[in-house]
């Protein structure tokens, strides 16, 4: 007789409690029960989603985040709950693995213990036996698949394309995909994926006639079950990234166009209707209330993991919401009973990805070191040592971006560096090699140039203010998804509860008053304009690491918080 | 198809075209239609001056008026616009960016019954209420929407 999840957990949690070496395979293997990952079957539609692996093909470390701080009606509600207030909302025991999977409690203790998460060849082991359990399931990926490595960035995103077609991806939506140009996109879609997987999205259009760029939805058929997906891209890509890429499409959130393809959809016959978002948690839980016949959206963006769907009431039904974390560190699974031309019942759970528990896929982790070969000694040259934690999710500064921002300022000769809010990045424990690779994973992308800028204390405020609306601005519909911009050498206090322009204050520069006149030298990068030119970050803070050799205990710069003192999106 | 769209709009100057180019917000209205230039309108300084202007002070909040807009701009130097006006009888449709320094931005006629249905494109300096005011058997109506223009950058 097998062990239950549940028991099989609390034997793990009593191992590892009692100083037991589970960091191994060979210690593992003994405790888990091969049917670990199997899940009861459940229903007659099935679909499985993964999101924002950033390009991820190998296990690594993902620290969830300790601010995630929610404003108005999203205040104390999922996703904005972290480390206890997660665990008790979902009744989960502190020390357990899914503590460890979903919070940043203990993280380098239990990180030892666990081991790495994701990983291509893992994610695919897992796949193949929940199709092998749900015949004809469909695996859905919400996109941020092309970016976020040395090794995407170099082949300018074939690495992914190639293991999304290995993976039997069936359908994706996009976001930092565009950043790879409009044409590459397009190359894609309608060469590499032409028969294989279906690239949606409802809300591209041309910007000259609103004519839609990709197929808006696409239908399907499960167990003889017609089922339509419909794609939502990230609204705000030109706005969050360089416009140039895509200088011909707009995008928008276009509820209506959402709720047209929705009637659309189920008038061609579709009896189950699903979203494959990129909108961010917050977006589609305001989308899941005004747009009706949808069942389930699938989401991405902002990163979440959140362990159970989120029903939402529309004024036709309800909506269930979910989202799926980051870095190919979950599996979402969700089942659906679906009779009586309806969706009767539903069972969804966002599995942890623990790469010791999984077997890798043989062909996935062949392929992996194939497209890795040519970039292996690029990829592991060691910049430096770390004594400390390094992360950088969070809506604040991250230990990581504290790096970034000491080398923009120190190598850039300047007063004070910005470094942009992304939620992607790994993380590296302590005593930990920084190799290339793991400084790609924080800062591949396809405008890395380097800048070096005269900015007034006014403009300054008004750069943070800006950022600070789209984190904090009470309706989702008006932010954009990343998080605050990181800042080195300037020191400020923050109100997420105010209103734009009146959130940031105390702006300080070594102790001294911003003065809102004078010019300061500010060192930043990412910059969204176009023709920016300057040394690619990875180059920069590869030169400071080199010379520092040995990060010991970060300085961690972020702002004193004002009237958040009981939101449950800061941990204890 | 849309190339080939886009190739007709190029080379055909027929009256039909026009008119969808201007549908598309490809080209002034004022080019299209020869309404007088009300001067003081365009030039009002604040919405009460522009209100006074043409016409329209104490205008009555309307829900039969629909602004689609983004939330967030792409561009705030060609923000696209459409208004329906859904009542009856609707004459004129003018848009204000409240907080341009100069808020009138368009001020459309229709006439013989044509359909309550403007879009067009506008520029917008920053985060403003963009107001629609309808006339409409000789009275004024409006409704207002917030579109927000940001530095950019740091999503994801």
Redesign the interface.
């Known amino acids: 007789m097998s062990m239950s999840r549940r028991e099989f957990l609390e034997v793990l949690a009593v191992a590892a409690a009692g100083g037991m070496a589970l960091d191994s395979r060979e210690a593992l293997a003994g405790n888990v029960p091969k049917n670990f990952y199997e899940l009861p079957k459940y229903g007659n539609v099935s679909f499985m989603h993964f999101t924002d692996c950033h390009a991820q093909l190998l296990p690594t470390y993902f620290r969830e985040p300790s601010v995630n701080i929610g404003v108005g009606a999203a205040s104390g509600k999922v996703p904005h709950l972290v480390g206890e207030h997660f665990l008790k909302a979902f009744g989960l025991k502190p020390g357990s693995i899914e503590a460890h999977a979903f919070t940043y409690l203990d993280f380098t203790a239990a990180a030892k213990t666990y081991g790495k998460v994701g990983g291509f060849a893992h994610l695919a082991t897992l796949i193949k036996n929940i199709r092998a359990q749900r015949p004809g399931a469909l695996l859905l990926d919400s996109g941020?698949t092309w970016q976020g490595s040395g090794t995407a960035y170099w082949t300018n995103g074939a690495d992914m394309v190639g293991a999304q077609k290995m993976l039997g991806v069936n359908v994706m939506a996009p976001?930092?995909e565009f950043t790879l140009g409009a044409d590459r996109v397009k190359e894609i879609v309608e060469k590499d994926f032409k028969g294989s997987i279906d690239f949606v999205a409802q809300n591209v259009k041309?910007a000259?006639?609103g004519?839609q760029v990709f197929k808006p939805y696409t239908m399907k058929v499960m167990n003889g079950i017609p089922v339509a997906i419909i794609g939502q891209a990230?609204p705000?890509t030109?706005?969050?990234?360089p416009?140039h890429f895509t200088p011909d499409w707009?995008?928008?959130?276009q509820d209506?166009n959402m709720q047209k393809m929705v009637d659309e959809a189920r008038s061609k016959g579709a009896k189950v209707v699903v979203v494959l978002s990129h909108n961010g948690m917050d977006v589609d839980l305001k989308m899941a209330s005004r747009v009706t016949g949808v069942d389930v959206i699938f989401g991405g963006?902002t990163h979440d993991a959140v362990l159970q769907a989120v029903p939402v009431k529309n004024p036709k039904g309800t909506t269930l919401v979910t989202n799926a974390g980051s870095n190919g560190k979950y599996l979402g699974i969700m089942d659906l009973d679906v009779r009586n031309g309806k969706v009767q019942g539903y069972k969804y759970r966002l599995l942890p990805v623990f790469s010791n528990l999984i077997e890798p896929d043989h062909a996935m982790a062949n392929y992996i070191k194939k497209v890795r070969a040519p970039y292996e000694s690029k990829l592991n040259e060691k910049l430096a040592i770390t004594e400390d934690l390094l992360y950088r999710r969070g809506n604040f500064n991250g230990t990581f971006d504290q790096i970034i921002v000491d080398a923009l300022m120190e190598v850039k000769g300047a007063d004070l560096a910005f470094s942009?809010?992304?939620?992607?990045g790994t993380t590296l424990l302590p005593g930990d090699p920084i190799t290339m690779e793991r400084l790609l994973d924080q800062t591949c992308i396809t405008y890395p140039a380097t800048t070096l800028n005269e900015m007034s204390g006014t403009q300054i405020k008004?750069?943070l203010e800006?950022?600070c609306?789209?984190l904090f601005?009470p309706?989702p519909?008006?932010q954009?998804?990343?998080d605050m911009?990181r800042v080195g050498g300037l020191q400020y206090t923050c109100s997420p509860n105010q209103k734009?322009n009146k959130r940031i204050s105390n702006m300080t520069l070594r102790g001294k008053s911003i003065d809102p006149n004078k010019k300061y030298l500010v060192a930043g990068w990412?910059?969204?304009q176009e023709n920016v030119t300057g040394t690619p970050v990875w180059d920069v803070v590869a030169e400071y690491l080199r010379n520092v050799k040995v990060i010991k205990k970060v300085k961690l710069n972020t702002p004193t918080l004002v009237g958040v003192a009981n939101n449950q999106g800061i941990g204890t | 198809?849309?190339s080939k769209?886009?190739s007709f709009l190029k080379t055909a100057g027929t009256a039909g075209s026009v008119a969808i180019a201007a549908a598309?917000g490809?080209i002034k209205p004022t080019e299209v239609l020869a309404v007088e230039w009300n001067k003081n309108a365009f030039a009002a300084k604040g919405v009460p001056d522009a209100l006074k202007a043409v016409g329209a002070v104490g205008a009555a909040d309307s829900k039969d008026i629909l602004i689609?807009a983004?939330?967030?701009?792409?561009?705030g130097a060609v923000v696209?616009i459409e208004v329906t006006s859904k009542i009856a009888g609707t004459s004129a449709i003018m848009l204000m960016v409240e907080k341009n320094a100069s808020p009138l931005t368009a001020d459309f006629n229709l006439s013989n019954g044509a359909e309550g249905y403007v879009s067009t494109r506008i520029k917008m300096g920053q985060?403003s209420n963009v107001r629609a005011v309808v006339k409409a058997g000789g009275k004024y109506y409006t409704t207002t929407k917030?579109v927000?223009v940001?530095?950019?950058?740091?999503?994801?």
């Not at chain 1, 030109?238 to 990234?241: I, L």
């Not at chain 1, 942009?420 to 992607?424: A, L, M, Q, S, V």
């Open positions: 941020d976001h930092w041309t000259d006639f004519d990230f705000y030109p706005v969050a990234n416009r707009t995008f928008g959130i209506d963006h942009p809010g992304f939620r992607w008004d750069v800006d950022v609306d789209n601005n309706d519909y008006y954009q998804g990343g911009v734009v990412a910059s969204v | 198809m849309n769209r886009r598309a490809l689609k983004p939330d967030i701009a792409e561009n696209p985060t917030e927000k940001t530095i950019g950058g740091c999503g994801g």
